[in-house]
Nanobody, 117 residues
C-alpha cells in the first residue's frame, strides 16, 4: 500500500498563488508516477498534472498549462503543485495520487482550494 497526505490548501484571491504538498509513504518503490487531480462541486474528478518518478516527465491538463507546475523531491518522497494565477474556476478539492507499476492508483484525503473573485 501507498499512503498519501496532502497539505497546503486554503483560501486565496483570484490571481494569487498556492503551493500544495503531498507526502508519500509505504511501498514507494512500486510507484512510477504521481500527480494531482481535483474535483469541483457537481463535477467529475479531473487529472490536473502528473510527473514520472524516474525521468521527471510531466503532463498537464489544458486548463492549467502555463499556470501550474508539478515537481517532485524523490529523496523526501514528496510531490508539489505550484499554482499561480489562480482563477475562481480552480476552486476544488485537490487530491494527490500515485500510480504503481501495475497501474493501481492510490489517493490522498484531499485538500480544499478556494479561489475568490
Amino acid at each position: 500500500q501507498v499512503q498519501l497526505v496532502e497539505s497546503g490548501g486554503g483560501l486565496v484571491q483570484a490571481g494569487g498563488s498556492l503551493r500544495l504538498s503531498c507526502a508519500a509513504s509505504g511501498r514507494i518503490f512500486s510507484v512510477d508516477a504521481m500527480g494531482w487531480s481535483r474535483q469541483a462541486p457537481g463535477k467529475q474528478r479531473e487529472l490536473v498534472a502528473m510527473i514520472s518518478t524516474s525521468g521527471g516527465s510531466t503532463t498537464y491538463a489544458d486548463s492549467v498549462k502555463g499556470r501550474f507546475t508539478i515537481s517532485r523531491d524523490i529523496a523526501k518522497n514528496m510531490v508539489y503543485l505550484q499554482m499561480d494565477s489562480l482563477k475562481p474556476e480552480d476552486t476544488a478539492v485537490y487530491y494527490c495520487n500515485a500510480r504503481d507499476a501495475y497501474r493501481k492508483y492510490y489517493w490522498g484525503q484531499g485538500t480544499q482550494v478556494t479561489v475568490s473573485s
